[in-house]
């Protein structure tokens, strides 16, 4: 990476800050089998591309260039504050980290960890127990850690939006939804009318405002 870009070429720091998140999502999910640890290898795939490009080579910015230049021709697309792209294109025009994107992205991604802090002990005990797991978050969702992930991931995005992140998100998104419906499948067999009965009461991944007993057949 050439060093007259400023804030680029820091692979150290690349790789220390992916680290730091991939182990801190690892700490929040705790995979229990081999389809969690494959779960935690797809988001830890868009955390180092990510970062890879937030402070190593700013591949999206280089491929945009033109077009950002002729769009929006007051940014310096060079700097490292660029990569803050919706702030740059629709934010407030001043400090990309006190914009509106970058604080909802915080928001988003503190929220991701809390729902995965959440998530885990309640799933952890009712696998000790061979019962549905329908406490706590599980009263109000039935794939928390799925929703978790949604929520960190839209967080980056909105932080710092790539091109390989971009493309990367909806196969994500696909790919857990799929996912959660093989899981309920699994789980159907495993505790037959029990999860049966959870699915009509608990959506899948949007909570429902209305109590569970309201919502019989709600099984989003």
Same mark, same amino acid.
């Given at each position: 990476?050439?060093?007259?870009?400023?804030?680029?070429?820091?692979?150290?720091?690349?790789?220390?800050?992916?680290?730091?998140?991939?182990?801190?999502?690892?700490?929040?999910?705790?995979?229990?089998?081999?389809?969690?640890?494959?779960?935690?290898?797809?988001?830890?795939?868009?955390? &180092?591309?990510? +970062?890879?490009? $937030?402070? !190593? #080579?700013? %591949?999206?910015?280089?491929? =945009?260039?033109?077009?950002?230049?002729?769009?929006?021709?007051?940014?310096?697309?060079?700097?490292?504050?660029?990569?803050?792209?919706?702030?740059?294109?629709?934010?407030?025009?001043?400090?990309?980290?006190?914009?509106?994107?970058?604080?909802?992205?915080?928001?988003?991604?503190?929220?991701?960890?809390?729902?995965?802090?959440?998530?885990?002990?309640?799933?952890?005990?009712?696998?000790?127990?061979?019962?549905?797991?329908?406490?706590?978050?599980?009263?109000?969702?039935?794939?928390?850690?799925? &929703?978790?992930? +949604?929520?960190? $991931?839209? !967080? #980056?995005? %909105?932080?710092?939006?790539? =091109?390989?992140?971009?493309?990367?998100?909806?196969?994500?998104?696909?790919?857990?939804?799929?996912?959660?419906?093989?899981?309920?499948?699994?789980?159907?067999?495993?505790?037959?009318?029990?999860?049966?009965?959870?699915?009509?009461?608990?959506?899948?991944?949007?909570?429902?405002?209305?109590?569970?007993?309201?919502?019989?057949?709600?099984?989003?």
């Amino acid at each position: 990476m050439s060093p007259t870009i400023p804030g680029y070429g820091l692979w150290g720091l690349a790789i220390i800050n992916a680290a730091f998140f991939i182990f801190f999502a690892w700490s929040f999910y705790k995979p229990l089998n081999g389809r969690d640890w494959r779960n935690l290898g797809l988001f830890s795939a868009f955390i &180092v591309a990510l +970062f890879a490009e $937030m402070y !190593g #080579f700013p %591949l999206t910015l280089f491929l =945009l260039s033109g077009w950002l230049s002729s769009k929006f021709p007051e940014v310096n697309w060079l700097s490292h504050d660029a990569g803050h792209l919706f702030e740059m294109m629709f934010g407030w025009k001043v400090n990309p980290h006190f914009g509106p994107f970058h604080i909802a992205s915080f928001v988003l991604i503190a929220w991701g960890f809390w729902v995965l802090a959440e998530a885990w002990p309640v799933l952890y005990q009712a696998q000790r127990e061979d019962r549905v797991a329908r406490e706590g978050i599980y009263a109000r969702i039935r794939h928390p850690q799925y &929703v978790g992930f +949604f929520l960190i $991931m839209t !967080g #980056f995005l %909105l932080q710092w939006p790539t =091109l390989p992140t971009l493309a990367m998100y909806p196969i994500l998104v696909w790919v857990y939804a799929r996912l959660s419906i093989t899981e309920e499948r699994e789980s159907l067999r495993r505790f037959g009318d029990a999860y049966a009965r959870y699915m009509t009461e608990v959506p899948r991944f949007v909570p429902h405002r209305r109590r569970p007993a309201d919502n019989a057949g709600a099984a989003l």
